[in-house]
């Protein structure tokens, strides 16, 4: 049972306009949640986290909500820019349960912006 | 700048091979992690390490051991590589239950 979805394999945005990403999550004993990106042929970069005692993070253009009733998460960039063309993974992790340390991700979300 | 080295970007082997794939940190981290990337697949874990001369099995360990007997250290051994096998595979090491940090990934081939 895949414990961390993200159901939009793809996402095409026009440049300057705002993108939105998806997860969701069915563990209820994660309580960090964090966006990774990544280009062809490099390892992924961490992006922005949200403890689970928050609902909204901001780091400049990027902005990550988690709504922990619905177990989902959300990352927002605006305004877009072509740069921002990658792959985009959603991962949760804890220091609780059998999954306690360990990151889990989701299949990934390939966001393509347009100039 | 905290940094995991990956030995190889590269890799092709043959089938029924043993393959060693080499990270190091220098991070002074405890835990360091396997992952393999496939198209759709997303990150999967394969194995980690809390510390040296520890390992636990991730969510697909089968086909693959692990060797950790430096800190900085963490190997992933194909005992016999198969085609199955063919993936990129992804070092990392980071914090208890926090962010991680990369290597650039071996692109792993088995003809």
């Known amino acids: 049972d895949q414990q961390v979805k993200q159901n939009s394999p793809s996402l095409s945005v026009q440049e300057g306009r705002i993108s939105i990403l998806n997860c969701d999550y069915t563990n209820s004993m994660f309580d960090y949640f964090l966006w990774y990106k990544k280009y062809p042929a490099e390892g992924p970069t961490f992006l922005i986290s949200i403890s689970s005692i928050k609902d909204k993070n901001e780091d400049g253009r990027f902005t990550v909500f988690l709504n922990k009733s619905a177990k989902h998460l959300s990352l927002h960039i605006v305004p877009s820019q072509p740069g921002d063309s990658a792959v985009y993974f959603c991962a949760a992790t804890g220091v609780g349960g059998t999954n306690a340390g360990k990151s889990t991700f989701g299949d990934g979300t390939t966001l393509t912006v347009k100039p | 700048d905290v940094k995991v080295t990956q030995s190889s970007r590269y890799l092709v082997k043959r089938t029924g091979e043993k393959v060693f794939l080499e990270c190091v940190q220098d991070m002074d981290h405890e835990n360091m992690f396997w992952y393999r990337q496939d198209p759709g697949l997303g990150l999967r874990l394969i194995y980690f390490?809390?510390?040296?001369?520890?390992?636990e099995k991730g969510d697909i360990p089968e086909g693959y051991s692990v060797s950790r007997e430096k800190k900085e250290r963490f190997s992933l051994i194909l005992e016999s590589a198969s085609t199955n096998q063919t993936s990129m595979y992804l070092c990392?090491?980071?914090?208890?239950?926090?962010?991680?940090?990369f290597g650039s990934g071996t692109q792993l081939s088995v003809l």
């Open positions: 390490s809390y510390d040296v001369k520890m390992k």
């Open positions: 990392a090491g980071g914090g208890f239950g926090e962010k991680l940090f």
